[in-house]
Every structure is written in C-alpha cells, then in structure tokens.
T-cell receptor, first 114, second 116 residues
Framework: DTEVTQTPKHLVMGMTNKKSLKCEQH?????MYWYKQKAKKPPELMFV???????INESVPSRFSPECPNSSLLNLHLHALQPEDSALYLC?????????????FGPGTRLTVL | AQSVTQLGSHVSVSEGALVLLRCNYS??????LFWYVQYPNQGLQLLLK??????LVKGINGFEAEFKKSETSFHLTKPSAHMSDAAEYFC??????????????FGTGTQLKVEL
C-alpha cells in the first residue's frame, strides 16, 4: 500500500466554524507533513511531524492546529479561518532519515472559507 | 538555504516532440533533487529523484533527468510528448530537519501543454 488518503476531498466553512482535515498512511512512514497550495503556486510546507512529535512549524498562524495521534494519522484542526486560507491542503509522508527519501502525497483537501 | 529555480512557467510542445523542462539549483552541499508532477485537482506524484548514485536518472512515464554539477542543473526530458503529459511539473530540493523529517522546497512550477 503506497497510498496517502485525505478526507474530506472538499470542505466549505465559515469563518467562525471549527473543522478538521484528516490524513492517513499505512506505509510505516514515521514522518508526516502538511502543505498549503494556492492556485498556480507550488506547495508551501506548514508542519512536519517525526515519530509523532512536531519537528517544525513554518510560522503558521495559530488558527491552524496540527495533531499526530499515532504513526499513521495526521490531523489539521481549523478554527476562525480567513478567506485567504482557502487553498488545497496536501498531506505527505516519508521514511524518516536522509533527505533522499521521497515524500508521498495525498490527493488533497480543497478548502473554501466563506 | 537550498533553492531551485524553474525557467519557463509555461512550455508548449507538439505531441511526439521532445519535452525539456528546466531546473537549476542552489546549494552549498550536494543536493537531493526531485521532480514531481501534478495533474489538475490531484496531489503530487514523484517522477524521479537524484541521490548522487548516478547523474542520469530515469523515472516513470518515460521521463529522465541529468544532474550537471558544472551547470547546477537538473533538467527534465522526455523524447516524445504524449497528450497525457499535460500537467504542472515541480522541481524540488530536500534538506534534513534537526527535529526529524525533511523539508522539500519547490520551484515555481512549469505548466506543460501538449498540442496535437
């Protein structure tokens, strides 16, 4: 199984809502990632988890709250988002270790904030 | 910090023609370089990667890339374009993180259009 799954595929939320994005992998990878991708732009790294611990937060606003409950799951909790947060949110996973380990990406969640 | 630059945000080729997508890197250490492809409304799929084992790297779907240290380049090529190759292509460089995991830094992307 070389698949990273993400739910939901699409999400529309108001600025006062609380929602969560979910990501799952069963490749035994111990590093997991959240990226944000705006239209016609490359993905931008948001968070990295290694062995269920937060490795890096790329100065992401606190209205985005990541969680890694176990080695297979990664969540992104959303609260009080702004319309400019509308984007494709991509999850990825990789073996931890040397930088030549490729990252496997999920299909993404298309988020629209009204 | 390491970075990559992709020259040409849009490339158009005829079906059956050579595909050449350009990527130059900036790194003070031997880089780990990747090419990913993204089809509309999908995630990213790995085409190939350079890990210093060989300068000519073959990937999926007939793509290959050559690492040239003297030119700091890692251009992506395919001898004969197919309509199904139309997509966004990203070059990326990877760095290890102190706390674990790796950071991928992407180029700005090249949109490949294939015409009949």
């Amino acid at each position: 199984d070389t698949e990273v799954t993400q739910t939901p595929k699409h999400l529309v939320m108001g600025m006062t809502n609380k929602k969560s994005l979910k990501c799952e992998q069963h490749m035994g990878h111990r590093a997991m990632y959240w990226y944000k991708q705006k239209a016609k732009k490359p993905p931008e790294l948001m968070f990295v988890y290694s062995y269920e611990k937060l490795s890096i937060n790329e100065s992401v606003p606190s209205r985005f709250s990541p969680e890694c409950p176990n080695s297979s799951l990664l969540n992104l909790h959303l609260h009080a988002l702004q319309p400019e947060d509308s984007a494709l949110y991509l999850c990825a996973s990789s073996r931890d270790g040397p930088p030549y380990n490729e990252q496997f990406f999920g299909p993404g969640t298309r988020l629209t904030v009204l | 910090a390491q970075s990559v630059t992709q020259l040409g945000s849009h490339v158009s080729v005829s079906e059956g023609a050579l595909v050449l997508l350009r990527c130059n890197y900036s790194s003070s250490v031997p880089p780990y370089l990747f090419w990913y492809v993204q089809y509309p409304n999908q995630g990213l799929q790995l085409l190939l990667k350079y890990t210093s084992a060989a300068t000519l790297v073959k990937g999926i779907n007939g793509f290959e890339a050559e690492f040239k240290k003297s030119e700091t380049s890692f251009h992506l090529t395919k001898p004969s374009a197919h309509m199904s190759d139309a997509a966004e292509y990203f070059c990326a460089v990877s760095e290890g993180l102190t706390g674990g995991g790796n950071k991928l830094t992407f180029g700005t992307g090249t949109q490949l259009k294939v015409e009949l």
